[in-house]
């Protein structure tokens, strides 16, 4: 994404909402961070600094917690996020063989998205559904019993019309 | 005032009306003038009762709470007669309620005893009258009114309720601490930051019965003076953030929370915090550090949170399932809690069982039952009526356990004994399919992403073993591999800083105590005995079942299978990706692994 007046202008409305939301102090860090990331998909640097700006915590330290969280990114991400659940639940249940299966289909590696920016491969602990593994999630939706048959059929819910 | 012997609910939403449900009202009192029974049965009009898009029209009958649907004019002679008359219910006109099933929490088994799940599917989790018609905040009443902070100390103590997040300390005893270290101002703090893989457990217990872990978290603050809450709850749960959102707000509506709670001069109030993502935030330390805004990373105790917890102020940290049990000890007593399990474990415990069962999901047991039992009774036995290669108890710090010790009952110390833990209580159950080294190797590759970084022997000791796992399971193993592991298996444990580094060796041990002769034949023999490392293993198609259908070398992704048609194919092994796909799509089980 490269940045423009307009939405240099949303990260920064999107930081303040957030700030005015929970208050600006540094044991609000990070309910912050994890507003502005939903907002924006990810934190960018303008964010970061305006964080910064207004909690009186240096940049060097927003970056230590931002990097420190798996939820939080430091790097913009796809349209559409793909979780892989890669704990030993779905794992001993076929796991492996989706994971493959989800890498050959969108030609990614672990955290990575596609150039045209759709897509965007992770791997996430474990989603506490372990009952129904394998377990994928595509953006907020979760599926359950997935065999590496049925990938190209969930991806094919999530891809553009037309 | 009339009295009436029964009384007919007749659903009177738009949807039904549109099927009849008027007509049907004036049918069923014209039948009920005819059969003389108009003074004994009440008709009345009422809301929606089931699904009017499947059913209708819709009705009850009390006191006996049979739900008829689908009812026609025609068919209520039939049913004043036999219903009214004679006093039997017509099954044929009996709502077929599709049947909710719960792939999580199924009813309970023979051996179960459910005391933390008592409620969960059971009660309305956003409602509070739901919970509160369970006998919930009746022990918050008991508490506040008839007992001192001593006295709950005492019971909980007495009951012997030990930390259900893992390491089993004495949660009266916890309590005790916290209260005895002088403060302003002293934290509650609920652990929910549930992060092992294969447990979830807590989030179930949040998401269907909130109330119970908000009422045992405001006897703890009472017992210890905190003022102020918090429960830390992993991001990967929105249900149970909004679940105890909902029921946190309800309980200040009533006063059960906030200023004078009860009218007593007892204050609390909760907040509930989400984590981010991070696994190692389930440790105590690492999870008030979290809370405060920082980096999840461990620091050392002492001093512990009950001297220096939160903000730098005395705390107390419990795990959901510790406070949810409280409540049931306020009211039933600890001599009750304490006559079940074992003479070191009291009480229940809930599992979650995962892996290669017939039954996965829920389970509550008291301790003292054995894997056999968990496994074949309450779990319905091994997937594909396979054999039973290990479970893997107490998350990724915990151990595997061999078949030998199925018959061991558990309970802290026990499983500690055979060099697993506890833990939260994931079990993950393996067949023998399962390559032990694969799953020592997973287990690490685990642990070393959630490492947080901050003391060098997890940092670096995780890694290494990984590499070194890594390296046996592509068929590099070296002669030493195992006296390496063995030797960095003992440091690491010996020399991290917080438990996860502490218990990150735990798989790797175990898999080498029970099941040596596998990483032996992965290093000097460069051979799976299970067949999964697919450096070690070659796919071949067999001559007599194949039938030349081509099926697997149009789905070969690189090409690795030839043939022609009705004519044995062939696999080029060293084309050949080992992904398993032609052992899927074939037909004919033609396809081997040696």
Not at chain 2, 233 to 253: F, H, M, S, T, W
Request: glycine content about 10%; some cysteine.
């Amino acid at each position: 994404m490269t940045f423009n007046a307009e939405n240099s202008q949303a990260v920064l409305n999107a930081v303040q909402g957030a700030v005015n939301r929970h208050g600006a102090t540094r044991e609000e860090l990070i309910p912050i961070l994890n507003d502005i990331n939903r907002e924006i998909g990810y934190l960018p640097k303008e964010a970061l600094s305006q964080v910064s700006k207004l909690l009186q915590v240096p940049q060097s330290q927003l970056f230590s917690v931002a990097t420190f969280y798996h939820m939080l990114n430091t790097k913009p991400r796809g349209k559409n996020v793909i979780q892989f659940c890669e704990s030993a639940p779905c794992h001993v249940v076929g796991g492996r063989e989706v994971w493959n299966r989800l890498q050959e289909e969108l030609n990614l590696s672990d955290g990575e998205t596609t150039p045209d920016g759709m897509w965007s491969l992770v791997t996430v602990s474990c989603l506490g559904l372990c009952g129904v593994g394998p377990v994928i999630m595509v953006n907020d939706d979760i599926y359950g019993n997935v065999t590496p048959q049925q990938v190209s059929e969930i991806l094919n819910r999530y891809k553009e019309v037309g | 005032m009339a009295f009436f012997r029964s009384h007919i609910l007749v659903s009177v939403d738009p949807e039904c009306i549109k099927r009849g449900a008027l007509d049907v009202i004036d049918a069923l009192q014209n039948e009920l003038v005819e059969q003389g029974l108009i003074d004994e049965v009440q008709v009345l009009e009422t809301s929606r009762i089931g699904d009017p898009n499947l059913w209708g029209p819709d009705m009850m009958v009390y006191p006996e709470g049979v739900h008829y649907s689908c009812l026609t004019v025609d068919d209520v002679p039939f049913l004043v007669e036999e219903h009214f008359l004679k006093g039997r219910v017509v099954e044929k006109f009996r709502a077929v309620e599709k049947a909710i099933i719960d792939e999580e929490l199924s009813a309970p088994k023979g051996k179960e005893v459910r005391v933390v799940l008592r409620n969960c599917g059971k009660i309305d989790p956003t409602n509070i009258e739901d919970y509160i018609a369970e006998d919930g905040y009746l022990a918050l009443a008991k508490a506040l009114n008839e007992m001192t902070p001593e006295d709950v100390i005492k019971t909980v103590k007495a009951s012997g309720l030990r930390g259900r997040g893992g390491a089993g300390f004495l949660v009266g005893q916890k309590w005790e601490l916290a209260r005895m270290n002088a403060g302003d101002v002293k934290f509650a703090i609920c652990n929910a930051d549930e992060g092992d893989p294969g447990a979830f457990m807590n989030r179930r217990v949040l998401e269907s019965d909130p109330h119970s872990v908000i009422e045992g978290m405001i006897i703890a603050a009472y017992a210890i003076g905190s003022t102020q809450g918090y429960i830390y709850c992993r991001a990967e749960y929105p249900l149970a953030v909004k679940a105890l959102n909902i029921g946190i707000q309800q309980a200040r509506d009533l006063g059960l929370l906030g200023k004078n709670i009860m009218g007593t001069d007892f204050s609390f109030d909760l907040e509930v915090r989400m984590g981010a993502g991070a696994f190692v935030c389930g440790e105590e330390t690492a999870l008030m550090s979290s809370i405060e805004g920082r980096r999840g990373e461990p620091r050392p105790r002492p001093p512990f949170p009950a001297q220096k917890g939160l903000f730098g102020k005395p705390s107390n940290i419990n795990n959901v399932e510790s406070y949810a049990n409280v409540p049931q000890i306020i009211i039933k007593g600890p001599e009750w809690y304490s006559s079940m399990g074992t003479e070191n474990s009291k009480g229940t415990k809930t599992f979650a069982l995962a892996g290669d069962l017939n039954h996965t999901g829920l389970i509550e047991v008291p301790f003292g039952i054995t894997l056999r039992e968990i496994i074949y009774d309450v779990g319905g036995g091994i997937k594909g009526g396979k054999g039973f290669k290990a479970i893997q108890t107490g998350g990724p710090m915990g151990g595997c356990i061999p078949a030998e010790y199925l018959d061991l009952p558990i309970d802290y110390k026990t499983l500690a004994s055979v060099g697993s833990i506890m833990g939260s209580g994931g079990m993950i159950v393996m067949d023998e399919d399962t390559c032990m080294v694969d799953i020592a190797r997973f287990f690490m590759d685990f642990i070393q992403d959630e490492s947080c970084g901050k003391c060098v022997p997890c940092r670096v000791g995780t890694r290494r073993m990984l590499e070194i796992l890594t390296r046996i399971c592509e068929g590099k193993g070296q002669p030493d591999d195992i006296p390496t592991l063995e030797l960095l298996c003992k440091e690491i444990m010996a020399d991290s800083l917080c438990g996860l580094g502490q218990g990150a060796p735990n798989p790797v041990i175990t898999a080498l105590k029970y099941f040596r002769s596998e990483f032996e034949a992965h290093i000097f023999e460069k051979r799976c005995p299970a067949k999964v490392c697919k450096a070690l293993i070659t796919y071949e198609i067999q001559e007599g079942p194949c039938t030349g259908c081509t099926v697997c070398s149009r789905n070969c992704p690189v090409s690795a299978i030839t043939g022609e048609r009705r004519q044995t194919h062939h696999i080029d092994p060293d084309t050949c990706i080992r992904c398993g796909i032609c052992m899927q799509v074939c037909n004919f089980n033609a396809i081997e692994i040696h």
